[in-house]
């Protein structure tokens, strides 16, 4: 019995040892990777003396409770290690492997495959060479992959399409060329993909609309050719999309305004045509727009003022043209529109409003808030009536308040105070900007008693210039002295360093020009509010030149300081280069320098536009160039123009030149001019209205100043009521039958 016992102590002995030197001798997971380390040379140099045992204490290396290295992050290695001297197959735990910025040589190792639990992997900002290997592919666990900035040829491999599990990927600044594989679409849990700059070449792949998880898309700085695929709409979460500097042609798809929660577009420099589409107004998370050096045409539309949110906007070296929203005209510098020779920057009342941008909007406006507005001004004029009846005084005594004299309004039917501007427009908030100009922006103010005002303020650099500066005074001193019912009202104003505005009354529907050149509005403006708007502004001119001791000119009638209220009834504005005839010197006053208008900072600048303004709307004053004199027959001659403008439709300008040849104004036929969008004067009494004005214009637009009618004339001509009978139909009518 016991020498049994002792038999099978003995065996049992000799077993622990056998296993107890084979354990010595193959060595354990744990020793393979102290080994991988240590034989890498990567912590010789810096940890010789003083290096721990424990290799899991060594810098950088994290090892799990098992005493297993699973992670390897910022080493120490130094500018000149290979990471090709690591033995990876010994380091099969790693779950995370970063090496930012330490000069890693030479190649990604073809052994990398062997990393089985690697989820992360960064080796961003190293000095890495030569091709991906192909066992990357192996890398199945992996979800962040940042290899971005080395020297990785080919680094967008076909096989990419294996690593299921990522959810960013950036692999921009390698060199490269390739294309972008169609395998990419597979990686359905991707939200970040980098590729930029990476000389890559081909077409952006149709399965990219597969990533629906994406937010950040960049694929910047490539040779991409190709349009922007549709299914770009499918990525809905994204939030940054960076297409720029490649040669993407083709339109910009209207799908993109599906992607809801994009901030960041950046389309700059590519071969894009076709036109912005309208679903862009859609993005409204939108902060960042940069669609610049492209040769994207037609015109900005409307549906971008919804874009609330955008901070920058570049739109510059395109084919853009027409007017400019208004509200984001306000909000960006010129340069934002720089190079887009047919848009119309620069210059105020060419600027549409988004105010206008969808007709049922403005009808919903007129018809529940216009019956609500009114039934409140007759209860308001009711009231006031009463006000008047028990105190006849103070009626038009300046209300002065705390800010002094600087701060006047009269003329108004209700109390304004300078806090009241102040916080119906917040400030001056941009959300209030209906206009701009060269010197100042125009907004918009319904006070606390309902009351809608524009007011027209100085921008506060432009204040400091005395040119601007004295501009916006003569309007104030001019506007104050006269009153008529087609002038527009200013109710008040402020001049002080601090607070450069005026106060008129609210023109709803813009400018004449814009009337004129909206779609939708020019039909509106039938030919009998055509022929009264004429009439109107003739009276008015009359007014100013024959009824007000010393007269005023205006010297600045045009299109665009013709304003409409909600009838479509003209007002004339814009009094800054203004004068007061001074009765001593004969009807003349001298100017200082030749070019009057160019003393108007509206006018200043040396763009395309400026030019034609100077073309257009002032040739009428070339006598003042020799003669360097103003007198009355300058407006006439402006007027002249803007009646002829009024009833073509457009500007007269090539019109105006072409009849100056006697026999070319026999060919011109009358009713080829009128403009073409109305339907033709149907009524016999419409037609004759019309005649008279365009032979009264054509009158007023006599080359020889002396030879122009006066105001007073051209009105009372207009008052007659039965105007010369036609002695032919419109359309046999020629334009030089109406010259004389
Ligand atoms: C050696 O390592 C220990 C613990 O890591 C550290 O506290 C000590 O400062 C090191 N000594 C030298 C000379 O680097
Ligand atoms: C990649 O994985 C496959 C099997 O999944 C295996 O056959 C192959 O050897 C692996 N390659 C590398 C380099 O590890
Ligand atoms: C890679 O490491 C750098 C440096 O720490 C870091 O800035 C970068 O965000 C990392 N990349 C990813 C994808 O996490
Ligand atoms: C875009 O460029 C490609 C060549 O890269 C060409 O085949 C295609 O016709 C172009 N498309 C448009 C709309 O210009
Ligand atoms: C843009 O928004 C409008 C209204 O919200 C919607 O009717 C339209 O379908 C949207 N367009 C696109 C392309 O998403």
């Not at 427009?425 to 103010?445: L, P, Q």
Request: with cysteine; aromatic share 8%; hydrophobic share 40%.
């Amino acid at each position: 019995m016991n020498s049994v016992l002792v038999h099978c102590a003995a065996i049992i002995s000799t077993i622990l040892v056998v296993v107890a030197q084979n354990a010595q001798n193959l060595p354990s997971p744990r020793d393979l990777e102290r080994s991988a380390l240590s034989s890498s040379g990567w912590w010789n140099d810096h940890h010789t003396k003083n290096i721990s045992s424990n290799h899991c204490e060594w810098p950088g290396i994290t090892c799990n409770k098992g005493g297993l290295v699973v992670e390897i992050n910022d080493c120490d290695a130094y500018e000149g290690n290979s990471l090709e001297d690591l033995n990876l197959l010994m380091l099969q735990n790693l779950v995370r492997v970063h090496l930012h910025g330490y000069g890693l040589i030479l190649n990604i190792p073809t052994h990398i495959g062997a990393l089985s639990k690697l989820t992360y992997l960064n080796l961003s900002t190293n000095q890495l060479t030569g091709e991906f290997p192909l066992s990357m592919a192996n890398l199945t666990k992996l979800e962040t992959l940042d290899i971005s900035n080395n020297f990785i040829i080919g680094s967008v491999f076909p096989e990419i399409g294996n690593l299921m599990n990522l959810v960013i990927m950036d692999l921009s600044q390698n060199s490269l060329n390739g294309i972008i594989p169609c395998r990419i679409g597979a990686l359905s849990k991707l939200k970040f993909l980098n590729l930029r700059r990476n000389k890559l070449s081909g077409h952006i792949p149709l399965s990219l609309g597969n990533l629906m998880k994406l937010e950040t898309l960049d694929i910047s700085l490539n040779l991409i050719s190709g349009s922007i695929v549709p299914g770009i709409g499918n990525l809905m979460n994204l939030l940054v999309m960076d297409l720029s500097h490649n040669f993407i042609n083709g339109t910009i798809p209207s799908r993109v305004a599906a992607l809801s929660k994009l901030k960041f577009l950046n389309l700059r420099r590519n071969i894009l045509s076709g036109r912005i589409p309208l679903s862009l107004g859609n993005l409204t998370k939108l902060e960042t727009l940069d669609m610049s050096d492209n040769n994207i045409f037609g015109a900005i539309p409307f549906s971008m003022c919804k874009l609330y949110s955008l901070t920058f906007l570049d739109l510059s070296n395109n084919q853009l043209e027409g007017p400019i929203p208004l509200e984001i005209l306000c909000k960006f510098p010129a340069s934002s529109f720089l190079t887009n020779n047919k848009l119309d920057t620069y210059y105020f009342p060419n600027y549409r409003s988004c105010h206008y941008q969808t007709k049922e909007k403005h009808q919903i406006y007129i018809k529940i808030f216009l019956p609500i507005a009114v039934l409140v001004l007759v209860f308001v004029g009711l009231l006031l009536l009463c006000k008047l009846k028990s105190n006849k005084t103070n009626s038009d005594r300046p209300l002065a308040t705390k800010h002094g004299d600087i701060f006047k309004i009269w003329n108004f039917d209700g109390k304004i105070t300078y806090e009241d501007i102040i916080e119906a427009t917040e400030d001056f908030d941009i959300r209030y900007c209906i206009g701009t100009g060269g010197y100042g922006s125009v907004y918009r103010a319904e006070l606390p008693n309902g009351r809608v005002v524009a007011l027209k303020k100085l921008h506060k650099l432009e204040g400091e210039n005395p040119t601007y500066d004295k501009c916006f005074k003569n309007e104030a001193k001019i506007l104050s002295q006269i009153r008529h019912q087609n002038i527009v009202k200013l109710f008040g104003y402020c001049l002080h360093k601090r607070c450069m505005f005026l106060v008129y009354d609210y023109m709803e529907r813009g400018s004449l020009f814009c009337v004129l050149n909206d779609e939708d509005e020019d039909l509106e403006l039938d030919w009998i509010k055509r022929v009264n708007m004429v009439k109107s502004i003739a009276h008015t001119l009359s007014y100013m030149h024959h009824d007000c001791t010393p007269p005023i000119l205006h010297r600045d009638v045009s299109n665009n300081n013709i304003l409409l209220n909600s009838k479509l009834e003209a007002r004339l504005s814009d009094f800054g280069i203004a004068r007061v005839l001074d009765p001593d010197s004969s009807n003349q006053t001298q100017i200082a320098g030749t070019r009057t208008w160019l003393y108007c900072p509206r006018v200043l600048g040396t763009n395309s536009f400026t030019k034609r303004l100077l073309d257009d709307n002032y040739f009428c004053c070339a006598e003042l160039a020799y003669t360097m004199i103003v007198n009355e027959k300058c407006d006439v001659y402006s007027f002249g123009v803007i009646a002829l403008e009024t009833i073509f439709g457009s500007h007269p300008g090539e019109f105006i030149s072409s009849i100056t040849r006697r026999s070319a104004a026999e060919t011109i036929i009358l009713h080829h001019c009128l403009d073409k969008r109305l339907p033709p004067p149907a009524d016999l009494s419409i037609a004759t209205n019309i005649v008279q004005v365009v032979s009264i214009a054509l009158a007023c637009l006599n080359p020889n100043p002396k030879s122009r009618p006066w105001m007073k004339e051209v009105s009372q001509e207009f008052l007659v009521n039965n105007p010369p009978k036609l002695s032919r139909p419109l359309h046999n009518i020629s334009i030089s039958e109406l010259m004389n």
